[in-house]
């Protein structure tokens, strides 16, 4: 099992910047394909990205693709999404989850990103 805790939301202007953090515990952090997925009030949860295990390969939603940037560190065991250039539609609840295989099984609890116009 492992444990997730997102960190880092706030409230941003529409063009700024955050970088959100995801700790995790238990499990070898290094076996986990690591995503970020967000939920804006109403509508569905998105997945935003994802970064693979060991290697570090990213994919990204066209949504957020050149605006935002997801990296782990191993050692830390912590993953982290560096989002830029933000917008109002951006606002959401935004969690990490981890898997070992095709299924999403651990989840944080998510932290709010709130970007006024």
């Known amino acids: 099992q492992v444990q997730l805790v997102e960190s880092g939301g706030g409230l941003v202007q529409a063009g700024g910047s955050l970088r959100l953090s995801c700790a995790a515990s238990g499990r070898t952090f290094s076996e986990y394909f690591m995503g970020w997925f967000r939920q804006a009030p109403g509508k569905e949860r998105e997945f935003v990205g994802h970064?693979?295990?060991?290697?570090?390969?990213?994919y990204y939603a066209d949504s957020v693709k050149g605006r935002f940037t997801i990296s782990r560190d191993n050692a830390k065991s912590t993953v982290y999404l560096q989002m830029s250039s933000l917008k109002p539609e951006d606002t959401a609840v935004y969690y990490c989850?981890?898997?070992?295989?095709?299924?999403?099984?651990?989840w944080g609890q998510g932290t709010q990103v709130t970007v006024s116009s």
């Open positions: 989850a981890a898997r070992v295989q095709e299924t999403y099984d651990y």
């Open positions: 970064i693979s295990m060991n290697y570090g390969s990213t």
